[in-house]
Nanobody, 126 residues
Framework: VQLQASGGGQVQTGGSLRLSCAASGFDFGDYGMGWFRQAPGKEREFVAA????????YYADSVKGRFTISKDNAKNTLYLQMNSLKPEDTAVYSC????????????????????WGQGTQVTVSS
């Protein structure tokens, strides 16, 4: 199983980035997926989740209205579109694959996820 996140970088406040997570080694279309982030000196926190077919999404309050999670099952790829970025969004962003689930199921706690990628750094300067 591999989850490879990419697309991070350094942007100014108000800028945008699109993260991608390429998945392999498991049936991507059967899994709900999620994004988490970890800032320096802080615990990893939930950012966004999506169900197996990409029809149901859920966001942390801190990113709601600014970030959009999506998945392309044909391309085995998860995305996170991040707009109106703030310095407090600075963190390493990681993607995760939850257990095979029913359509409409998504997961918001770390312990629910089976597989994790290594992460990509996002830095937002003021």
């Amino acid at each position: 199983v591999q989850l490879q996140a990419s697309g991070g970088g350094q942007v100014q406040t108000g800028g945008s980035l699109r993260l991608s997570c390429a998945a392999s080694g498991f049936d991507f279309g059967d899994y709900g997926m999620g994004w988490f982030r970890q800032a320096p000196g802080k615990e990893r926190e939930f950012v966004a989740a999506i169900d197996r077919i990409g029809g149901i999404t859920y966001y942390a309050d801190s990113v709601k209205g600014r970030f959009t999670i999506s998945k392309d099952n044909a391309k085995n790829t998860l995305y996170l579109q991040m707009n109106s970025l703030k310095p407090e969004d600075t963190a390493v962003y990681s993607c995760a694959a939850g257990p095979p689930g029913y359509t409409g199921s998504y997961y918001i706690t770390e312990g629910e996820y089976n597989y994790w990628g290594q992460g990509t750094q996002v830095t937002v300067s003021s």
